[in-house]
């Protein structure tokens, strides 16, 4: 169900909201959270809409997304959209778009919709604040979530998160090797149980969550990390073999190899947006090996 409130007010659309819940007998009951996305464009949402839906079966929630038109407009405008029950996956979403006076003040905007007695979390997902605990919407929130992938400079983007890291920070590119640092990890845990020496970290310019697992590297061995463009790859060099961990760009089967050891083929999809959220939203408290990550990323050499 897809409702538009053009031209309304803040108590129009909790009215609506409840007129709504009482017509099909559902309740607020079970939410676990409240989760507000603020696109900076109109080109993420649907997708983080979509997206956020999805999450919502692991983590029902209430989400607000907040689109800010322009402020120079002489009149104070707020326009909703209500989505519920099957367009709003588990939870309910509330679009706002604010424009006039009201576009610098969204945080106002959205604290009549703030679940009670739950925790908020706050999701860019295209360009983030500098210090995304300092912006107004992210003061209400006790987790923060951005993602450098859509920036327009991903690597300024992930490197940039490091001076205004505030605990409780995080990026879906950080998400999004979770898998490859579970690989890795697990390889690393078995015979002949030496240090690596070196590393390299290998893929598209544009991809941070590159740049982020070679400074996780960094910041775990005591050899040099270097970050190249070209094939889809991580190598762990030591002093009797050499890890290498490769899949095709586009692919889903990445091929573990172990010097003198036979080729093993793995499941290492590409993670959608929905399955880094959903992961993001099961742990609230501070991610303290993610900012590590980023400070590992000042030792990272660039070929």
């Not at 080109?43 to 989400?63: F, G, K, M, T």
Request: proline share 8%; with cysteine; glycine share 6%.
């Amino acid at each position: 169900m897809i409702i538009d409130l053009p031209n309304t007010s803040t108590t129009a659309i909790n009215k609506k909201l409840d007129e709504l819940r009482e017509r099909v007998g559902a309740v607020t009951m079970g939410r676990v959270l409240t989760l507000i996305i603020a696109p900076a464009t109109e080109a993420y949402l649907d997708e983080s809409i979509a997206a956020a839906n999805a999450a919502s079966q692991e983590h029902p929630s209430r989400v607000i997304v907040v689109m800010t038109g322009d402020p120079d407009a002489a009149d104070a405008r707020l326009d909703a959209q209500l989505r519920m029950f099957g367009d709003a996956g588990a939870g309910e979403v509330v679009v706002l778009r604010l424009s006039g006076a009201l576009a610098g003040h969204a945080d106002s905007v959205v604290v009549p919709f703030l679940l009670p007695d739950i925790p908020v979390v706050a999701w860019w997902p295209d360009l983030a604040p500098p210090v995304p605990a300092q912006d107004p919407l992210g003061q209400l929130a006790i987790r923060r979530i951005t993602d450098a992938t859509n920036g327009a400079d991903p690597l300024s983007a992930i490197t940039g998160r490091r001076p205004g890291y505030t605990p409780g920070d995080t990026d879906l590119a950080w998400s999004r090797i979770t898998y490859w640092r579970a690989l890795l990890t697990s390889a690393l845990d078995q015979p002949p149980y030496e240090p690596v020496t070196s590393a390299l970290v290998s893929g598209l310019k544009t991809e941070p969550a590159l740049d982020v697992l070679a400074g996780w590297l960094a910041g775990r061995i005591d050899g040099p990390v270097r970050r190249a463009v070209g094939e889809l790859k991580v190598e762990l060099v030591r002093s009797t073999e050499t890890v290498t961990l490769s899949r095709p760009q586009e692919g889903v089967t990445a091929t573990l190899s172990r010097t003198a050891r036979p080729d093993a083929l793995v499941p290492l999809p590409r993670r959608d947006v929905s399955e880094c959220l959903a992961e993001d939203l099961r742990r609230l408290d501070p991610d303290e090996i993610y900012f590590t990550a980023l400070q590992g990323i000042d030792r990272v050499e660039y070929v």
